[in-house]
């Protein structure tokens, strides 16, 4: 959908289904801040690598609201940090992708959330198709670490250092890196990222994390077993890439943050993003609308959970509908720059107009909004 058919996709909307599309006149990030949260950021993308072609004469407008309106004080370069683009060739670096949304961070004063280092999806094919000994594919991540994260020292808040090792069960993924090294890849990646850049944050990032279940256990057990080595890691990121027809409650994300943060790491919710089954409806937006409101009110709640990332801000740039046919809308910006409904979830979870769920004890801020 094009900017030319927009209005006529939000005219086709029920009566009260679209957001009047005014924005909270602080913003999303004042509010964050205002909550007790570091940030509420978005991801986005050099525009070669946004998802649609066609949506060039969106570009200034998209920037208004990305870098000038007070909605984000944080960001996430969606692809041009991973291996396929950092290193297309063995020792052959380039960063000119990722360069371009650092370089814009750094320039609006934006929290910086590098991704990702170790991952098995993304990479460049001479990683998978090499038959590699352990000493060998040990030095190739040694060496990958030590060259990507030494470009970007002292400019990253965070970096997910491995991104999506577990299996739904929580056992773990059978990656390359797994089938050569076991477990012990994810310690030689946090221990050498943690002697590459001693003051970022490091992270283990996943999906489906935003509940109690294996793979949250699993994700755990990767924290429990890189402190009892010795090795350091910060943080836990949920990914949070939910459906609305079937998001976890407020309570399930309470349970699931705090679980991480009672081990002593922080927390953030580092890809969120709601998506819903095509058309736009006025249910289906209800339900996204309290699904964000879940989320960001669990990271509101639970001490230890410093920050929102959206999957970025506007619809037409999501990745969704190429993964999932059938389904979109996962973002809080329409075609036309008209909010969703969702906005105002998230204004309301930001301003504590959520529950207090079950009234856990590491809850930090209900004294912001007593008074």
């Not at 291996?83 to 961070?105: D, H, K």
């Amino acid at each position: 959908m094009h900017l030319a058919s927009s209005l006529l996709f939000l005219a086709s909307l029920p009566m009260g289904m679209a957001n009047k599309g005014k924005p909270c006149k602080k913003g999303l990030n004042i509010l964050a801040k205002q909550a007790g949260l570091k940030y509420f950021g978005a991801a986005t993308d050099s525009p070669g690598q946004r998802e649609r072609a066609g949506y060039e004469a969106a570009y200034a407008q998209y920037d208004q609201i990305m870098w000038k309106s007070g909605e984000f004080g944080q960001t996430t370069p969606t692809n041009g940090q991973k291996w396929l683009f950092s290193e297309p060739t063995r020792g052959g670096y380039n960063f000119t992708e990722g360069e371009i949304v650092t370089s814009l961070a750094k320039k609006h004063g934006y929290y910086l959330r590098c991704h990702a280092l170790v991952w098995h999806s993304q990479l460049a094919p001479w990683v998978e198709t090499t038959e590699w000994t352990a000493d060998e594919l040990r030095q190739v991540i040694v060496d990958h670490i030590t060259h990507v994260m030494g470009h970007w020292k002292g400019q990253c808040y965070a970096w997910d250092v491995v991104n999506e090792a577990l299996n739904e069960d929580g056992t773990y993924r059978e990656s390359v890196f797994y089938k050569v090294l076991g477990e012990e890849y994810i310690k030689l990646a946090f221990k050498t990222a943690s002697e590459v850049d001693p003051h970022a944050k490091l992270y283990y990032n996943d999906y489906n994390l935003e509940s109690p279940s294996g793979k949250t256990a699993g994700a755990a057990n990767i924290v429990k077993m890189l402190r009892k080595e010795g090795i350091r890691i910060d943080g836990v990121g949920l990914q949070a890439h939910l459906t609305a027809e079937r998001h976890p409650t407020l309570d399930q994300h309470i349970d699931a943050i705090s679980s991480f943060t009672e081990l002593g790491v922080e927390v953030a919710l580092t890809e969120l993003d709601v998506r819903i089954t095509m058309p736009a409806t006025a249910e289906n937006l209800a339900l996204q609308k309290e699904s964000y409101k879940n989320a960001v009110g669990a990271c509101v709640q639970v001490r230890g959970c410093i920050g929102v990332t959206i999957w970025d801000f506007y619809d037409p740039f999501s990745w969704v509908p190429y993964t999932f046919p059938g389904q979109g809308a996962p973002l809080l910006w329409f075609d036309n720059f008209t909010t969703h409904p969702a906005y105002d979830g998230v204004v309301e979870a930001l301003t504590n107009k959520t529950s207090r769920g079950k009234g856990k004890g590491n809850s930090r801020r209900a004294q912001l909004w007593s008074a």
